[in-house]
């Protein structure tokens, strides 16, 4: 008997619903709404670009979305331009412009090592507007701001000079002969050369933010080093440019997501502040238990669960991005996600970009969704069990 009752109930709510929603549709569903007139489908497994995808190529990408859905999504040039008379550009996506929602700030690529960072935004952009499995709750509750690519100089860099035999970076940065031939090992930075005089170049723009700058060393890394800070705090544009941008969003910012790269093995992490100090942040169970959430839903492919911790608790870093978020622009939901990426990888595997791709953007998601479960965002409770929709 009291099951029967508790199923006349449920009926009755689903109809008063449905005829609530006939009556008031969503303003996503309207004509007016960008959402009801864009063609929506589902996508496949398969990844969309399977190329790594360079600065041109990433204008050409945003510029045809934005033209084909001006209503949603929004190209914004970030000034200043780089050394190289580049743009760093972010990719807006409103589904709703009559009214302001929770924003998710997503920046990739600040490495000039993590080509794939790019792929990954991008991929999510076209995911969120155009495949009907991430309509809700992910595009319709939330503004999004994307940057794919925060370092475009030091992508084209190293892109340019892939299939160069390798040289020792310190070694390379400091002989002008050898660079006609060969490539660094590696390369974390910009390709800045006015850092001073010498003939190296370049500054880790991931060391290159005001907060607590060089806060982790008794002494600064030299111009050769890939972890060079530069001669003060936002001497790249780079980081000039995203500053800028997030001081111009302001609060509009609830949750921040710095796509990186672990270039180790089997060591992937999803991290968060401080980065400078052992010190926690106030808000650190919060942010380990959405951390620790986003984990388990973004399950590795061999069944591994990404590492969740504090940044610093492998290596104090200074000056970096997430820290000044946090610490200067006042975003208390930070995090810094490390999906595995080889250096230089073979540019023609397309699974190696794949796999890549589709781990960065399981673990966006999920730490999204651990988000909305942390707050119970868009939840209803049935019988003492919460249910999202």
């Not at 608790?313 to 200074?318: F, L, W």
């Not at 930070?334 to 023609?348: E, G, I, R, S």
Request: charged residues 20%.
């Amino acid at each position: 008997m009291l099951l029967q009752i508790k199923v006349y109930i449920i009926t009755i709510l689903y109809f008063f619903g449905s005829l609530f929603m006939v009556l008031f549709p969503p303003r996503n569903f309207e004509q007016s709404s960008g959402a009801s007139i864009r063609i929506m489908r589902r996508f496949g497994d398969e990844i969309n670009y399977k190329e790594y995808i360079d600065n041109e190529a990433l204008l050409t990408i945003i510029q045809r979305i934005t033209r084909n859905d001006s209503e949603v999504a929004r190209l914004v040039y970030l000034k200043p331009i780089t050394a190289e008379n580049r743009s760093i550009v972010s990719l807006e996506l409103h589904s709703d412009l009559q009214s302001k929602k929770p924003g998710i700030l997503v920046i990739g690529a600040l490495n000039g090592m993590v080509w794939g960072a790019s792929n990954a935004v991008i991929e999510l952009a076209e995911k969120l507007l155009y495949d009907s499995n991430y309509q809700t709750p992910f595009f319709n509750d939330y503004d999004w701001y994307l940057i794919p690519m925060g370092n475009p100089d030091g992508i084209h860099f190293t892109q340019k000079l892939r299939s160069r035999p390798s040289f020792g970076a310190d070694e390379w940065s400091r002989n002008i002969t050898v660079r006609n031939q060969t490539r660094p090992t590696v390369w974390h930075k910009n390709v800045d050369k006015n850092n001073g005089p010498g003939t190296c170049f370049g500054t880790n723009i991931n060391r290159n933010f005001a907060y607590h700058w060089q806060d982790d060393v008794s002494k600064t890394p030299d111009q050769c080093s890939q972890y060079y800070p530069g001669v003060k705090p936002f001497s790249s544009v780079e980081a000039q440019a995203i500053r800028n941008y997030i001081h111009r969003l302001g609060d509009v910012i609830h949750l921040a997501i710095h796509l990186h790269a672990s270039f180790v093995p089997k060591k992937e992490f999803i991290l968060y502040p401080w980065r400078y100090s052992l010190r926690h942040p106030s808000n650190y169970r919060t942010l380990q238990d959405i951390g620790e959430y986003a984990a388990r839903q973004s399950r590795l492919p061999d069944g591994r669960l990404y590492e969740v911790h504090q940044s610093s608790s492998d290596e104090r870093v200074a000056g970096s991005l997430s820290d000044y978020i946090t610490g200067v622009a006042g975003i208390d939901l930070v995090f810094l996600v490390k999906p595995y990426h080889q250096m230089y990888p073979n540019y023609t595997d397309h699974t190696i970009l794949e796999v890549y791709v589709k781990k960065a953007m399981s673990a966006i998601l999920s730490l999204v969704r651990g988000w909305r479960s942390s707050t119970k965002q868009n939840t209803l409770s049935f019988f003492g069990k919460d249910v999202e929709f």
